[in-house]
């Protein structure tokens, strides 16, 4: 089975065109299984990450045919395209700077909370929201985090992702959101939380098409549109839904 591997040697992106043998008679391959036969055969320094092979851990997330897939969970098929995430600085081969998403959010999920101690449940809606599993699928098409490249997301140079992407994207949001849903957080934590996703560009949320998440959860409903509706006037333009 003939797959299309994208590398990145020294700066330079190159296309390999890998043939996948099948273990088995009728095997359906994963991506991640397609990865590591090539490193273990044609490719032996091949980047890529993998952790869990569960769909636990979120960081084997590549694009393929230009779309973000969990690479331990989806089918290869023949011709298929694998390439790092177009949404993030590539570090090699299919290996995306990860940590730009993690630092935008220091400062920013750790509101007041309410007595620790505190004997309260959580609402179903904040259980859903747990399920996020880190994969950054869903920056994909986001114009949020766009904002952050300008017109080229590929682009390593720029901005510094060691200081924090200065614009959000639908996983930090999520983050926000679930604080809101946090019973032990008070209220004016719950309204440092919506602050920092106003701050964080959720006005381009506003006529957005909304985003998908890999693992399913809904982020338009769930997410943004929770954000915009408490969000109000203080964000220009619709602000009852992404639609
Ligand atoms: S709805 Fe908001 S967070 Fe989702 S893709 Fe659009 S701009 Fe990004
Ligand atoms: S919200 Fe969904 S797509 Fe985004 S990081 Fe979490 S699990 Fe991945
Ligand atoms: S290896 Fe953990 S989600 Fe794929």
Same mark, same amino acid.
């Given at each position: 089975?003939?797959?299309?591997?994208?590398?990145?040697?020294? $700066?330079?992106?190159?296309?390999?065109?890998?043939?996948?043998?099948?273990?088995?008679?009728?095997?359906?391959?994963?991506?991640? #299984?397609?990865?590591?036969?090539?490193?273990?055969?044609?490719?032996?320094?091949?980047?890529?990450?993998?952790?869990?092979?569960?769909? *636990?851990?979120?960081?084997?997330?590549? /694009?393929? *045919?230009?779309?973000?897939?969990?690479?331990?969970?989806?089918?290869?098929?023949?011709? /298929?395209?694998?390439?790092?995430?177009?949404?993030?600085?590539? !570090?090699?081969?299919?290996?995306?700077?990860?940590?730009?998403?993690?630092?935008?959010?220091?400062?920013?999920?750790?509101?007041?909370?309410?007595?620790?101690?505190?004997?309260?449940?959580?609402?179903?809606?904040?259980? /859903?929201?747990?399920?996020?599993?880190?994969?950054?699928?869903?920056?994909?098409?986001?114009?949020?985090?766009?904002? *952050?490249?300008? #017109?080229?997301?590929?682009?390593?140079?720029?901005?510094?992702?060691?200081?924090?992407?200065?614009?959000? *994207?639908?996983?930090?949001?999520?983050?926000?959101?679930?604080?809101? !849903? #946090?019973?032990?957080?008070?209220?004016?934590?719950?309204?440092?939380?919506?602050?920092?996703?106003?701050?964080?560009?959720?006005?381009?949320?506003?006529?957005?098409?909304?985003?998908?998440?890999?693992?399913?959860?809904?982020?338009k409903g769930g997410v943004v549109g929770e954000?915009l509706a408490?969000?109000?006037?203080?964000?220009? $333009?619709?602000?009852?839904s992404a639609?």
């Amino acid at each position: 089975m003939k797959i299309d591997i994208v590398t990145t040697r020294n $700066g330079v992106r190159e296309t390999v065109a890998y043939d996948y043998r099948p273990r088995q008679e009728g095997e359906r391959p994963m991506i991640l #299984d397609v990865l590591l036969q090539a490193q273990a055969t044609a490719l032996p320094d091949l980047a890529f990450r993998y952790g869990c092979r569960a769909r *636990n851990c979120g960081v084997c997330t590549v /694009d393929v *045919n230009g779309r973000p897939r969990i690479a331990c969970r989806a089918r290869v098929r023949a011709g /298929d395209r694998i390439e790092p995430m177009a949404t993030l600085p590539v !570090l090699a081969d299919l290996v995306v700077r990860r940590d730009g998403i993690a630092r935008q959010l220091q400062g920013r999920t750790t509101p007041d909370h309410r007595d620790p101690d505190v004997n309260a449940e959580a609402p179903e809606a904040y259980h /859903d929201l747990t399920a996020c599993i880190e994969c950054y699928a869903c920056l994909d098409g986001c114009p949020m985090h766009a904002r *952050n490249f300008g #017109d080229d997301a590929a682009d390593a140079a720029a901005p510094d992702a060691a200081t924090g992407y200065r614009w959000g *994207n639908p996983f930090s949001l999520l983050k926000l959101q679930r604080l809101r !849903l #946090d019973p032990c957080v008070s209220e004016d934590g719950r309204q440092a939380a919506l602050d920092a996703a106003i701050d964080l560009g959720l006005d381009a949320c506003v006529g957005c098409k909304g985003c998908k998440c890999g693992v399913g959860i809904d982020l338009k409903g769930g997410v943004v549109g929770e954000l915009l509706a408490a969000a109000g006037d203080r964000v220009p $333009g619709d602000g009852a839904s992404a639609s």
